[in-house]
T-cell receptor, first 114, second 112 residues
């Protein structure tokens, strides 16, 4: 079945540091890939997405590129801020038919210190 | 435009009690789903629906029932609450695959 593996946290960085959160996936078809962010006490918000190979999703300074050859969708940001502290989830949605299910990774807690 | 609305935000139940978690969306989305979030487990799909009158099981359906009588509403029923159902529950909706899913703010349920 489908699965998503993301790097275990927690990740602690200083403000303005470079961020990478690794995400790899297993899927039988050509999934859409997502990054969601969850701020403390809140629900999940879509951060960015990519629907086909080599697509780059970007939002709020975050980027991720859909790499089919390595089945990866790593999240990056060049300079993190304290306000980026949150839990980040990588997810996929399988292609085909009426399958709209999201499969999530376990989440990575990011803490950014001033 | 309220998005996805979940009620209640917090609930404490005794073992064996039943209750319904409400979820409503006003975006005319066909797809709706329920997830539970547990520490170290990520989010796991409980049930989902691809339109009014159509529901199906997800990864962890045992102990939960759903129905979808309208496009807007997708309630989740706990038939006989157990401590293992202590979790945070999220409802999500989507217009179609690949666009992205809108999540509600969650219901934190504690079963004692």
């Amino acid at each position: 079945g489908d699965s998503v593996t993301q790097m275990e946290g927690p990740v602690t960085l200083s403000e303005e540091a470079f961020l990478t959160i690794n995400c790899t996936y297993t899927a039988t078809g050509y999934p859409s890939l997502f990054w969601y962010v969850q701020y403390p006490g809140e629900g999940l918000q879509l951060l960015l997405k990519a629907t086909k190979a080599d697509d780059k999703g970007s939002n709020k300074g975050f980027e991720a590129t859909y790499r089919k050859e390595t089945t990866s969708f790593h999240l990056e940001k060049g300079s993190v801020q304290v306000s980026d502290s949150a839990v980040y989830f990588c997810a996929l949605s399988e292609s085909g038919g009426s399958n709209y299910k999201l499969t999530f990774g376990k989440g990575t807690l990011l803490t950014v210190n001033p | 435009n309220a998005g996805v609305t979940q009620t209640p935000k917090f609930q404490v139940l005794k073992t064996g009690q039943s209750m319904t978690l409400q979820c409503a969306q006003d975006m005319n989305h066909e797809y709706m789903s329920w997830y539970r979030q547990d520490p170290g487990m990520g989010l796991r799909l409980i049930h989902y629906s691809v339109g009014a009158g159509i529901t199906d099981q997800g990864e962890v359906p045992n102990g939960y029932n759903v129905s979808r009588s309208t496009t807007e509403d997708f309630p989740l029923r706990l038939l006989s609450a157990a401590p293992s159902q202590t979790s945070v529950y999220f409802c999500a909706s989507a217009l179609e695959r690949g666009i992205g899913y809108t999540f509600g703010s969650g219901t934190r349920l504690t079963v004692v």
